[in-house]
């Protein structure tokens, strides 16, 4: 099983700021099935990016996703006040056995 | 605009059963993967269990195999979770949420099961 391993746990930002956020796997994602997620609380989670690199419909381009092999990063060019939430990378494929990390909680510095 | 609501979750004793259901709508639902997803109070999100369009294979997390079943019904837009020998640590909101050439990109709101004596 793919272990995801997010950091950092929390970030303190500023709206305005770049936010950069990690996700690594204990072992190679296959074809870079690897997907972000944003939960604000009292919300479901929201599709942001799949594939490591392709916005979901309607996402911002201030989000873009990078990476490949066991190192995968989401970055917030700007953030913006409805940013401040809680972002989860999960792993995808053909063994349907699905994992998600831990998250990383951005919060207003 | 697709919809999915789940129903269901309910307080539920140890060692109890549950059925929980996901009732889709305004997306052709017979071509769609579904899967549940977790999240314990104040936790992360917990894949548990993958259907596939046609109902013929399914998967599930080992924290749940052998006592929960995955099972859907395309004649009525519906996806369910049967739940069994139910233990504390299953509390969870459930969310049911679509797989296509996208992952995960619909998500229900989700339903709170409390496990508890």
């Known amino acids: 099983e793919t272990v995801l391993t997010q950091s950092p746990g929390t970030l303190s930002l500023s709206p305005g700021e770049r936010a950069t956020l990690s996700c690594r796997a204990s072992q190679s994602v296959t074809s870079d099935y690897l997907a972000w997620y944003q939960q604000k609380p009292g919300q479901s989670p929201r599709l942001l990016i799949y594939g490591a690199s392709r916005r979901a419909t309607g996402i911002p381009d201030r989000f873009s996703g990078s990476g490949s092999g066991t190192d995968f990063t989401l970055t917030i060019s700007r953030l913006e006040p409805e940013d401040f939430a809680v972002y989860y990378c999960?792993?995808?494929?053909?063994?349907?056995?699905?994992?998600f990390g831990g998250g990383t909680k951005v919060e207003i510095k | 605009q697709v919809q999915l609501v789940e129903s269901g979750g309910d307080l539920v004793r140890p060692g109890g059963s549950l059925r929980l259901s996901c009732a889709a709508s305004?997306?052709?639902?017979?071509?769609?993967?579904m899967s549940w997803i977790r999240q314990a109070p104040g936790k992360g999100l917990e894949w548990i269990s993958y259907v596939n369009s046609d109902g013929t294979i399914t998967y599930y997390a080992d924290s749940v195999k052998g006592r929960f079943t995955i099972s859907r019904d395309n004649a009525k837009n519906s996806v369910y979770l049967q739940m069994d020998s139910v233990r504390p640590e299953d509390t969870a909101v459930y969310y049911c949420a679509r797989e296509g050439i996208r992952p995960f990109d619909h998500w229900g709101q989700g339903t709170l099961v409390t496990v508890s004596a």
């Open positions: 999960q792993q995808y494929g053909s063994s349907r056995k699905f994992t």
């Open positions: 305004e997306f052709i639902f017979s071509i769609y993967d």
